[in-house]
């Protein structure tokens, strides 16, 4: 079992940039899948972008490619969300979650952070 910590969200203006992290507890978080999920009020949650357990293998989800990076750094048991150019329509709660298969699904993953929100005003 692992459990996931998100932070760095906040409020940033258009075209600004943040950097989330999440942190993982727990010896076996190296051999997860990690995947960056987003709610908005309304909406369902959309996928992201996820990384395998080696850091090896990326995908970003076609709205965000291009502006955000995923990363992770395994001595320190932290996922990262590099978000750049960021857009009114960012403007969401960002969840982290750990999985076995690199998947815009969020059904293949089995644990989820809390959350943290992001908001980019116009």
């Known amino acids: 079992q692992v459990q996931l910590v998100e932070s760095g969200g906040g409020l940033v203006q258009a075209g600004g940039s943040l950097r989330l992290s999440c942190a993982g507890s727990g010896r076996t978080f190296s051999r997860y899948v990690m995947g960056w999920f987003r709610q908005a009020p309304g909406k369902e949650r959309e996928f992201v972008a996820t990384?395998?357990?080696?850091?090896?293998?990326?995908y970003h989800a076609d709205s965000v490619k291009g502006r955000f990076t995923i990363s992770r750094d395994g001595a320190k048991n932290t996922v990262y969300l590099q978000m750049n150019s960021l857009k009114p329509e960012d403007t969401a709660v960002y969840y982290c979650a750990a999985g076995y298969h690199c998947s815009g699904a969020p059904r293949q993953y089995d644990y989820w952070g809390q959350g943290t929100q992001v908001t980019v005003s116009s």
């Open positions: 990384i395998n357990s080696s850091g090896g293998r990326t």
